[in-house]
């Protein structure tokens, strides 16, 4: 199996907590908050990363309600991760590092029946890269250049 497409995002990290990216014109920033040591100039990576999240799925649920020709006309996602940030912080815990658990709470304004959109909805969770990564190991290389 060969990937036949790469995304790639640069960023970098100076003295502070921020860490920068330019991702196709945008400027993102990466930040914590003061009570962590940050400037509170953005979102957190964890926050980012559960906002990603949302994010992938209603840009399925968009493209996906186009291709069905439903009219969807929104869909509120809330996203909540739940974790023990001891591991993080560097202290010792039989937890692991990352999310334990991660809960998608969508509510879909289109002319659909619950039943269908739930079907909806699994479909487009389904379609969803960042949810496929979340629910399946993917390999992760880790690189240091000198």
Do not use: W, Y
């Amino acid at each position: 199996m060969s990937a036949s497409k790469v995304i790639s995002v640069s960023a970098s990290m100076g003295a502070g907590c921020q860490v920068h990216a330019d991702i196709r014109g945008h400027k993102v920033i990466i930040d914590q908050a003061v009570h962590a040591g940050g400037t509170d100039k953005g979102p957190s990576p964890l926050e980012l990363f559960l906002f990603s999240l949302a994010g992938c799925i209603g840009s399925i649920a968009r493209l996906s309600a186009n291709q069905q020709r439903i009219t969807m006309r929104s869909i509120d996602i809330d996203v909540a991760g739940t974790m023990n940030p001891a591991g993080l912080l560097g202290k010792p815990t039989e937890d692991r590092i990352g999310f334990q658990t991660i809960t998608v709470t969508a509510k879909i304004d289109a002319d659909l029946s619950d039943e269908e959109k739930e079907a909806f909805f699994q479909s487009v969770c389904h379609r969803c890269p960042l949810d496929d990564n979340i629910m399946h190991e993917t390999k992760v290389e880790l690189v240091l250049e000198g």
